[in-house]
Structures are given as structure tokens and as C-alpha cells.
């Protein structure tokens, strides 16, 4: 806070894929914001919408017997793309507030079903789950988890490309104790780390096994981002117990999250049977009329523009953009080439140097009117899905040219 608190980098307007600084400078959005302005900034038929609502009902709360019309239309058509049929639809917030829903939903299945000791939440390393109490505590990237004192209790973390790690986690906490399994398909904000051939089928039949819930964390993975509508139906044979959605969902014009709750999981709450359960959790803007609109009409561009699809076609333009940048001296590896992300990963020796080196490849890239997205050992990219491929080479270009720039100021200098 205090190293950009005389200096922030102020954004006054966006199009498409391109910002503009205060100063009437130009760059191309590498990053979709934080991997949400999948289908571009400034669509007028978004601001039209939004509007539209503003002036009929602009907010309401949907505790109780509440709804409204955008939120109810909302809920029926993120239903209607969930793997398992039959399946309700928490809506929120935002990434965040979904994982702690799922959280919550995961151990209250468990009480529900008489299995009190059900608590235990197991997650990967790298995986990022928001910065919530349960997102926080579910998290695997370790500086995050760090400097807060105790978090949520029983919760562990397991490799995040091993099947047999999960498996040998379960039977050490004990089977009868593990209530879920939290997974990004592709690990986003921990580094854009692809999983291994049979993973995310591996997880979910040993979930299956053990009686855990499987919950994918499709947050960054959605709406288009591995070429698919959820992310997680990029596997089809694969139907998770629970899946967190949000980013993408309004194109991050407005906050909208939304879990996806399997039949099994939400039906105790739709007995209808007097003394029934009653779910005590939800935050204030949970349907939010105004967001469910926003995200209604993000929908619609999503489908009338085919935009879903092009996550999975540009993957492979994405990773020829990137996979050369692996032989700069400075890199160590190259993520990309299973969705419309990646990520240039530098290199110990380069990181060890200079504390500051990935820090000052993304300042140096930013000169070059790129942006991208500052992670722990290198950067990401993760465009709108409506680039254009001769810009997917602007973005090896550029980060190629920071590389350059980062290489011809010594390192630790």
C-alpha cells in the first residue's frame, strides 16, 4: 500500500480489449482485468441493461419469500447449464462469497445426513479460492495464508497434481471425517497451472469413493475461459457436487457470483415440509436485481456473438504467442495451451537475484502498452475472449520486449 500510495497507475476509460490511462495512453488488457472482462469492455447493451433496471427496481434484498424477475431468469439459466439436472443455484456476490457458500453447504450436508464429524475441507497447493474466511483457510498459496493468525480448523492441502496424494490425505484424516474436495480445473491466480492427463476425472471418482463432495471452483474457468461454459464441463463425464461461478458471469461489469448445487446436495432445503431446514446464510446483495441483469445480458452476448468457444479455439494461438518466450534466458517454464490463459514463469536464479524482478517485468511490459498480471514467480495473461489473433502476438511481443528490457538493467540493480 504504501509503494503505490503517491503513485497509483489510474485507468479513466476502456473498449474492447484496450484501456486507456489518465493520460490518454493506450494498452492492451492482457488480463481481462482479473480474468473477468471475458466479453470486453464498454458493451452499450450491458450499460443498457443495467440501466433498464436501475430504473424499474434498482435494488432488494431476496431473504425470505423475496425475488425479483433478473434474478429468478438468472438462476433458471445458469440451472439449465449445470452437468446434473435438477440442480439450484446459490446466487451471490462474487467469487468469495461463493466459496464460503460451498464451504458452508459442504459440512451442512454432512450435519444434515447425521455425520457430524464430516467437517475436514481439503484443497490443493497453488489453488486460489478469494480471500473470505473459508477462501482464505482453503487457499494454497502460501503468502496469502500467512500473517493472519489462526484461520478455518480442518482443512489440509494436498499437491495439486497428484490423484494419489488426495487419496492418501483422505485415508490419513479418515474418510468419515473429509466433508469436501475444493479444485480448480486450471489453477488461475496460483499460477495458471494446467492438470496433469486423467486428473480432474481422478479427483472426482475418488471423491465419489469416499462420499466427499466435489466442489470445482470455476470462478477464473468459466463463462468461455477454457472454451466452455463452466470450465469444469470441459471434462464431460465429470459432475461435481457443488460449482462456484462468478468473473465472467457479468463480464466483471457488476458483482454477481452463483453456486451450482447438485440435487442431492440442495434438497434438504426444498422439502417444503414443515420444520424443515432452513440454510441461515446469505449476503445482502444475493440476487441483486441490478447485477442479475448485467449478467442476464452478459449471457446473451456470450451466445449471440459465439464468444464460448473461442476460449478453446485461441488456446493454441495463446500458447504460440507465449511457448518461444521459454528460450529467453530469464524463464523457466511456460504455461499455456488449454484455455484462453498462461503464464511466463521466471526463472529461480532470475527471481533470486532480484526480489523484485517479477514486479519489474510487468512494470516493464506496461511500458511496452501491455498489462499483465503480476503473480508470485512470474506473470499471466488471460485476454477477452474477443481478441483478435494478430493481438494475441502482441502479448508474446510485449512480454518479450519487458524480458529485453528487464535483461538489459542487471538484475539486483
Not at 447449464?81 to 439450484?88: I, K, M, N, Q, Y
Not at 457470483?257 to 441461515?280: E, S, Y
Request: overall charge negative; proline content about 7%; some cysteine.
Amino acid at each position: 500500500m504504501g509503494a503505490v500510495e503517491d503513485a497509483p497507475f489510474l485507468l479513466a476509460r476502456a473498449q474492447d480489449v484496450w484501456v486507456w490511462d489518465e493520460h490518454g495512453r493506450r494498452y492492451l488488457d492482457a488480463t481481462a482485468s482479473l480474468w473477468c472482462a471475458n466479453v470486453g469492455h464498454g458493451r452499450p447493451e450491458i450499460a443498457e441493461a443495467v440501466e433498464r433496471q436501475l430504473r424499474a427496481l434498482d435494488t432488494y434484498s431476496t431473504f425470505g419469500d423475496f425475488a425479483n424477475p433478473p434474478a429468478l431468469e438468472l438462476a433458471d439459466r445458469l440451472a439449465a447449464l449445470a452437468p446434473t439436472a435438477g440442480s439450484r443455484v446459490f446466487l451471490g456476490s462474487g467469487g468469495g462469497d461463493a466459496i464460503d457458500t460451498a464451504a458452508k453447504l459442504a459440512r451442512a450436508h454432512s450435519q444434515r445426513k447425521g455425520e457430524n464429524e464430516r467437517v475436514h475441507l481439503i484443497t490443493r497447493e497453488h489453488g486460489y479460492h478469494g480471500t473470505h474466511g473459508f477462501g482464505t483457510s482453503v487457499g494454497g498459496i502460501a503468502p496469502n495464508l500467512a500473517n493472519w493468525g489462526p484461520l478455518v480448523p480442518e482443512v489440509s492441502r494436498v499437491p495439486y497434481d497428484s490423484v494419489d496424494a488426495l487419496v492418501t490425505e483422505i485415508e490419513r484424516v479418515g474418510p468419515e471425517r473429509v466433508a469436501a474436495f475444493f479444485c480448480e480445473p486450471v489453477i488461475g491466480a496460483g499460477g495458471v497451472r494446467l492438470p496433469p492427463e486423467g486428473y480432474v476425472e481422478g479427483v472426482a471418482d475418488v471423491c465419489s469413493r469416499y462420499g466427499v463432495l466435489f466442489v470445482a471452483d470455476c470462478v477464473i474457468n468459466a463463462f468461455g475461459r477454457l472454451g466452455t461454459w463452466l470450465g469444469i464441463d470441459r471434462w464431460p463425464g465429470v459432475r461435481p457436487d457443488l460449482i462456484t461461478l462468478a468473473k465472467g458471469i457479468s463480464g466483471g461489469t457488476l458483482p454477481v457470483g452463483a453456486v451450482l448445487v447438485a440435487p442431492h446436495v440442495a434438497a434438504p432445503f426444498f422439502t417444503g415440509a414443515p420444520g424443515a431446514p432452513v440454510l441461515r446464510h446469505g449476503p445482502t446483495y444475493a440476487g441483486h436485481p441490478t447485477c442479475c441483469a448485467a449478467a442476464l445480458a452478459t449471457l446473451d452476448v456470450y451466445e449471440r456473438e459465439g464468444l464460448i468457444e473461442r476460449g478453446r479455439t485461441l488456446e493454441g494461438p495463446l500458447e504460440r504467442a507465449l511457448r518461444p518466450l521459454e528460450a529467453h534466458p530469464l524463464v523457466s517454464e511456460v504455461r499455456a495451451g488449454f484455455g484462453l490463459l498462461g503464464a511466463v514463469e521466471l526463472s529461480e536464479e532470475a527471481r533470486a537475484a532480484d526480489r523484485d524482478a517479477v514486479s519489474r517485468l510487468t512494470l516493464a511490459c506496461r511500458e511496452q502498452g501491455l498489462l499483465v498480471r503480476t503473480l508470485g514467480t512470474g506473470v499471466a495473461v488471460s485476454p477477452p475472449l474477443t481478441i483478435a489473433e494478430e493481438q494475441i502476438a502482441e502479448i508474446g511481443a510485449g512480454i518479450s520486449e519487458g524480458l529485453a528490457a528487464l535483461e538489459r538493467t542487471p538484475l539486483g540493480g
